[in-house]
């Protein structure tokens, strides 16, 4: 098979699930595949971790459910600056003008050309990780990512190990990240994933149902005005049809696993983001629209956009101290 590697492939009646890579031009592109159902997920590690393609099946048929990127120049031109399945960590969404004070201290962070004046999505979405574990097993398959930062900006000098594990098993997509502390004092962060859900028609289209009806209203530069509105209308599904769709859900202090579920009536799917809300988890919901209107971004967050200077949702963790959070991808039948 040209440009692709079997790392393990015991007897597919006693091991479902393998682990197979390609290259991507420069890059390595890991997969786990389910042999019995051709499901698979896609992992790029030396592009921040990110999760680049869920392919499940209903009624014996693959359905790729992200808006992907299928190369390195595509990446550059469009995983980049959109983002796409990239982790955002430490901080997701803006954060105002880059700048925030924490334990009395004020700290600037770079801002991204994109986003000006703010800072945004954090700064790993583009880090090299290593892959420290492959796991394949009758029950799921599994990859393993680790980065170590050791607090290089001075806008962030909070040293962490961040460890994501993307696994595939016969309920879906899940997605595990763990940071550990390795400073020696408090670190402020929020975590969060930006995966766009892309199942063919356009996104106004698109029906949804969420667990939530409070959304943070944002000024004209995106940042949070300071107050929530009331919007019941996605309780039961509704269809989107606001091409500039660009709104943050609040779930509370929920600790269940929130769900937000996107239908395509045409294509007869229902996909199934979920997330583990509660204290310390993704208590919070960020959709988007971007301007090609192929997809619907629906983004598992900790806090709200500028947390770092407003305080919803942003997380305090202790030196040596860990956190960990956990979010995935179903397709349900109907």
Same mark, same amino acid.
């Given at each position: 098979? $040209?440009?692709?590697?079997?790392?393990?492939? @015991?007897?597919?009646?006693?091991?479902?699930?393998?682990?197979?890579?390609?290259?991507?031009?420069?890059?390595?592109?890991?997969?786990?595949? @389910?042999?019995?159902?051709?499901?698979?997920?896609?992992?790029?590690?030396?592009?921040?971790?990110?999760? @680049?393609?869920?392919?499940?099946?209903?009624?014996?048929?693959?359905?790729?459910?992200?808006?992907?990127? =299928?190369?390195?120049?595509?990446?550059?031109?469009?995983?980049? !600056?959109?983002?796409?399945?990239?982790?955002?960590?430490?901080?997701?969404?803006?954060?105002?003008?880059?700048?925030?004070?924490?334990?009395?201290?004020?700290?600037?962070?770079?801002? @991204?050309?994109? $986003?000006?004046?703010?800072?945004?999505?954090?700064?790993?979405?583009?880090?090299?990780?290593?892959?420290?574990?492959?796991?394949?097993?009758?029950?799921?398959?599994?990859?393993?990512?680790?980065?170590?930062?050791?607090?290089?900006?001075?806008?962030? !000098?909070?040293?962490?190990?961040?460890?994501?594990?993307?696994?595939?098993?016969?309920?879906?997509?899940?997605?595990?990240?763990?940071?550990?502390?390795?400073?020696?004092?408090?670190?402020?962060?929020?975590?969060?994933?930006?995966?766009? =859900?892309?199942?063919?028609?356009? $996104?106004?289209?698109?029906?949804?149902?969420?667990?939530?009806?409070?959304?943070?209203?944002?000024?004209?530069?995106? =940042?949070?005005?300071?107050?929530? $509105? +009331?919007?019941?209308?996605?309780?039961?599904?509704?269809?989107?049809?606001?091409?500039?769709?660009?709104?943050?859900?609040?779930?509370?202090?929920?600790?269940?696993?929130?769900?937000?579920?996107?239908?395509?009536?045409?294509?007869?799917?229902?996909?199934?983001?979920?997330?583990?809300?509660?204290?310390?988890? +993704?208590?919070?919901?960020?959709?988007?629209?971007? !301007?090609?209107?192929?997809?619907?971004?629906?983004?598992?967050?900790?806090?709200?956009?500028?947390?770092?200077?407003?305080?919803?949702?942003?997380?305090?963790?202790?030196?040596?101290?860990?956190?960990?959070?956990?979010?995935?991808?179903?397709?349900?039948?109907?």
């Amino acid at each position: 098979m $040209a440009g692709r590697q079997i790392f393990s492939r @015991n007897d597919q009646y006693r091991n479902m699930f393998v682990i197979e890579k390609k290259q991507m031009g420069n890059t390595v592109a890991y997969r786990v595949v @389910n042999l019995a159902t051709k499901e698979w997920i896609e992992v790029l590690p030396a592009w921040g971790g990110r999760i @680049n393609q869920v392919a499940l099946q209903k009624n014996h048929k693959i359905h790729t459910l992200l808006e992907c990127c =299928i190369s390195e120049r595509e990446y550059c031109e469009e995983g980049i !600056p959109w983002y796409r399945g990239a982790h955002l960590f430490p901080y997701p969404d803006r954060v105002n003008k880059g700048h925030y004070v924490f334990g009395d201290t004020a700290y600037q962070l770079p801002k @991204n050309k994109n $986003a000006l004046p703010h800072a945004l999505h954090g700064f790993v979405d583009d880090k090299e990780f290593n892959v420290v574990q492959k796991e394949s097993h009758g029950a799921y398959g599994k990859i393993i990512c680790k980065y170590v930062y050791e607090g290089a900006l001075t806008g962030y !000098p909070f040293s962490f190990e961040l460890l994501i594990e993307h696994s595939l098993s016969p309920e879906g997509y899940s997605c595990v990240t763990k940071v550990v502390n390795t400073g020696k004092g408090t670190m402020p962060l929020g975590d969060g994933w930006h995966p766009y =859900i892309r199942t063919g028609c356009p $996104a106004v289209d698109l029906k949804l149902q969420i667990t939530s009806d409070t959304y943070y209203t944002l000024d004209e530069s995106l =940042i949070p005005r300071g107050n929530t $509105a +009331y919007n019941p209308g996605f309780l039961k599904l509704m269809r989107i049809g606001q091409p500039g769709f660009h709104v943050c859900f609040g779930h509370g202090g929920q600790d269940q696993r929130l769900r937000s579920c996107i239908r395509d009536e045409q294509a007869n799917l229902d996909v199934v983001v979920w997330q583990q809300g509660g204290p310390g988890g +993704y208590r919070f919901t960020q959709f988007y629209i971007p !301007p090609s209107g192929r997809s619907l971004a629906v983004e598992p967050l900790t806090c709200i956009p500028d947390s770092f200077n407003n305080g919803i949702g942003l997380l305090h963790l202790g030196p040596g101290k860990t956190q960990t959070f956990y979010w995935g991808i179903q397709l349900k039948q109907r």
